[in-house]
């Protein structure tokens, strides 16, 4: 089986002679997904089962948008040591300190997205387009949807920022030599 560029010009020949093509020999590029985004997927089912129970049980005492807020906490959290470990293989850095800074940093922008989706999609979606359906059900559609658009928040924020050295922290602490000068 010949790759796609070994074969333009005999493609090319064939097509302007008006020859049959056999198309099925020529090898199609495959779409990979990488190993941590099937790690933290399944990191995510944890969290997201953890945010998704708690937000229910937190929406008897709270209003919708301060439950979702409490979930997502919740599971922020509970998720963080088996992101670390599993989904981004970062169990052994030595950076867990500043891991965690970064990692609070990425869960509140994924938190507002997550909030902030999950309200727009009551309001605007299951509100008008679901009027008869049990409130509870409106809520939680809207969170899942919420959930969803914040997993990938997540997944590239802890991916591009959170478990990999990117310098900025070094730049934003104190160099021994200004600890020595205070």
Request: charged letters at 15%; glycine letters at 8%.
């Amino acid at each position: 089986m010949q790759h796609w560029p070994g074969r333009i010009s005999e493609l090319i020949t064939a097509v302007s002679t008006g020859k049959p093509v056999n198309v099925s020999s020529i090898q199609q590029p495959k779409f990979k997904v990488s190993k941590s985004f099937y790690s933290f997927f399944l990191t995510a089912l944890l969290g997201a089962s953890v945010n998704f129970l708690s937000q229910i049980f937190y929406r008897e005492f709270f209003p919708f948008g301060t439950s979702v807020l409490l979930g997502y906490l919740t599971a922020t959290i509970v998720s963080f040591a088996p992101t670390k470990r599993f989904a981004f293989s970062a169990g052994g850095t030595g950076n867990t300190g500043r891991e965690v800074v970064k990692f609070f940093i990425i869960a509140f922008v994924a938190l507002a997205v997550q909030v902030g989706v999950s309200k727009l999609t009551l309001h605007y979606v299951a509100n008008p387009f679901f009027p008869n359906l049990d409130q509870f059900w409106q809520e939680k559609g809207s969170h899942v949807v919420g959930m969803g658009v914040s997993f990938l928040a997540n997944y590239f924020g802890h991916k591009l920022l959170t478990f990999r050295s990117t310098g900025v922290y070094d730049w934003i602490r104190p160099s021994k030599e200004d600890e020595d000068e205070l």
